[in-house]
T-cell receptor, first 118, second 114 residues
Framework: AQTVTQSQPEMSVQEAETVTLSCTYD???????LFWYKQPPSRQMILVIR??????QNATENRFSVNFQKAAKSFSLKISDSQLGDTAMYFC???????????????FGKGTHLIIQP | EAGVAQSPRYKIIEKRQSVAFWCNPI?????LYWYQQILGQGPKLLIQ????????DSQLPKDRFSAERLKGVDSTLKIQPAKLEDSAVYLC????????????FGPGTRLTVT
């Protein structure tokens, strides 16, 4: 079974600052994907960024980037030049990939409430 | 392309009543997931369908929860009878059969049990 741990229940930063959200996970699988999802008050889960475990290069999407440390099982999200619209719950999530096919649901952490102050 | 549709958006019921939620996945998506998100927690997978067959329902409380996906398209999730602890947001997601790393979520149904 997989577990995902987010140790920061809430974070608050000023607009335009850089913020890093932490995530650790535990798994015995070698191939998997890691995700950061954003959930604003509307409840819609929005994919922010995805990392494939077999890729050493850290994923980047505009102002969002990750620091993926496979050996340490760590997957942090960095948001640069934070904006008011970044205020939301952020969830770290995991899904294994099986060579023989098959599919699993996502395993989520408990989330970090990020507040961007004007 | 239309996204995942869910209804209703909100539902308030009394304990011991029954309730049903509906989900329409993205066209062509063979895999459908139901997640339960209790306030202050991340979503937890309840059940996963591949076409109209159940792939994983290990975390579904089968004494009160049931789900079906007739014809491999729409799905309904039912709770009967509801308990106070069932108050949560119920999220539906879908993906192509071999791309579970690209799950698309619906807007969710917020259930309040009083």
């Amino acid at each position: 079974a997989q577990t995902v741990t987010q140790s920061q229940p809430e974070m608050s930063v000023q607009e335009a600052e850089t913020v890093t959200l932490s995530c650790t996970y535990d798994t015995s699988e070698n191939n998997y994907y890691l995700f950061w999802y954003k959930q604003p008050p509307s409840r819609q889960m929005i994919l922010v960024i995805r990392q494939e475990a077999y890729k050493q290069q850290n994923a980047t999407e505009n102002r969002f980037s990750v620091n993926f440390q496979k050996a340490a099982k760590s997957f942090s999200l960095k948001i640069s030049d934070s904006q008011l619209g970044d205020t939301a719950m952020y969830f770290c999530a995991f899904v294994p990939m099986y060579s023989g096919g098959g599919a699993d649901g996502l395993t989520f952490g408990k989330g970090t409430h990020l507040i961007i102050q004007p | 392309e239309a996204g995942v549709a869910q209804s209703p958006r909100y539902k308030i019921i009394e304990k011991r009543q029954s309730v049903a939620f509906w989900c329409n996945p993205i066209s062509g998506h063979a895999t459908l997931y139901w997640y339960q998100q209790i306030l202050g927690q991340g979503p937890k997978l309840l059940i996963q369908f591949q076409n109209n067959g159940v792939v994983d329902d290990s975390q579904l409380p089968k004494d009160r929860f049931s789900a079906e996906r007739l014809k491999g398209v729409d799905s309904t999730l039912k709770i009967q009878p509801a308990k106070l602890e069932d108050s949560a947001v119920y999220l539906c997601a879908s993906s192509l059969a071999d791309r579970n790393y690209e799950q698309y979520f619906g807007p969710g149904t917020r259930l309040t049990v009083t």
